[in-house]
Structure formats: structure tokens, C-alpha cells
């Protein structure tokens, strides 16, 4: 099943997200994190991330595992996302769906303007943030892409709404497959 619905990670899933992080390859991971960082690095982001304050959003697979993540890390009234994509699953919208719920949801909360800090060669992130609208700087070896925010309106509010259930619905299936698989394969 390929679908782009997003769904909502929370404390529980720490340790799915965890496990993303180090299905990144040592080059993927540069990119994601702005330098090279280790498995117990990995580790310690994902164990730093407050699921109260932020937001994490991600993409599964039929088996129930993050394929695409953004974070949302908001400090006030801005907000700085990172995203990560598995290589199997890139050039499918993913990153998209991502980058656009999280835009949904920090409008919904009054965030005046959201960001992605990388390094100047990753180029994916950039051209999606572009397509995205963002306005693109770039200083030196890093490059910005911001956009400026505006006030919820009813429909965002119901845009968020519809894709928090339909993302609901979809990992309802996708859970409710795998235990008719294993009730199958266990007569």
C-alpha cells in the first residue's frame, strides 16, 4: 500500500523513530544532520526530542514502520523542521505530505514562520522547500529555506482535521492486515 497519509508520533513511538534515524546511511545521515553523526548520537537526538513541545510527523509502510519523518521543533513563534526520507521510498511525495502537514499544523497554532536549516549540497531538501514556497538563502557551505505563515482559517483547521483521520484510518488497516496475516499463518 503506497500511500502519503501522515501520522502523528507521540512518546510510545520513540523507539520506531529511534530506528528510522539509524536506517539512515552514513551520507543520508550527513545530510539529515548537517555533519556525520554516530548511532549513539542518533540515539541521543531521538531520546532529546520533548513530544510535548514538538511535533513529529512520519509516513509508514504496511509494516507499521516510519519510512519518512519530520520534525518539528518549535521555539516560539518560529518553528525548524528536519526531514529524513528512507531511499526506497523517495520520489513519491512523501517528503512533500510531511513538509506540507507540519506547515498545516504549526499555522493551526499561530507559528508566524517555519524554516529548514542544511548544508548547501542537499539539494532534495532544498528543491523541496522551494516547491514549497520557501525562499531559498544560501551563506557559505549552508543554505535556509523560510516561509512566512498565515493565520488558521477554518478550512486549515479541517485540513488538519482529515488527515489526522484519515492517517488514523489508514494505520488502523495497516494493523489490522498484519494480525489477519499472523492469525492466517498461525492455523
Known amino acids: 500500500m ?4 501522515t501520522v502523528r508520533l507521540r512518546e510510545p513511538d520513540r523507539a520506531l523513530l529511534g530506528a528510522h534515524f539509524l536506517a539512515l546511511a552514513p551520507e543520508d545521515r550527513r545530510l539529515r ?9 542518533i540515539a541521543d537526538y531521538a531520546a532529546r526530542i520533548d513530544f510535548r ?5 512520519a509516513v509508514h509502510d504496511d509494516d507499521l ?20 526520507v528512507l531511499p526506497g521510498w523517495r520520489g513519491r511525495g512523501n517528503g512533500d505530505a510531511l513538509l506540507k502537514r507540519a506547515v498545516v499544523w504549526l499555522r493551526n497554532r499561530g507559528v508566524l514562520s ?19 514556497g520557501m525562499r531559498i538563502v544560501y551563506s557559505g557551505a549552508e543554505s535556509d529555506g523560510r516561509l512566512e505563515l498565515e493565520a488558521p482559517t477554518a478550512n ?3 485540513a488538519e482535521w482529515n488527515e489526522d483521520r484519515r492517517g488514523l484510518a489508514l494505520q488502523t488497516l495497516r494493523r489490522n492486515a498484519r494480525w489477519m496475516q499472523v492469525l492466517i499463518a498461525a492455523r
Open 65 to 84: 514502520r516510519p519510512v519518512a519523518v519530520v520534525h518539528v521543533a518549535l521555539a516560539g513563534a518560529t518553528a525548524e523542521l528536519g526531514l529524513s
Open 2 to 5: 503506497n500511500d502519503t497519509s
Open 53 to 57: 513541545r514538538d511535533c513529529v510527523f
Open 156 to 158: 486549515s483547521f479541517l
Open 114 to 132: 517555519v524554516y529548514v536549516h542544511c548544508i548547501a549540497e542537499n539539494t532534495a531538501m532544498m528543491h523541496l522547500a522551494r516547491r514549497n
Open 33 to 41: 544532520f548537517g555533519s556525520t553523526i554516530s548511532d549513539s548520537g
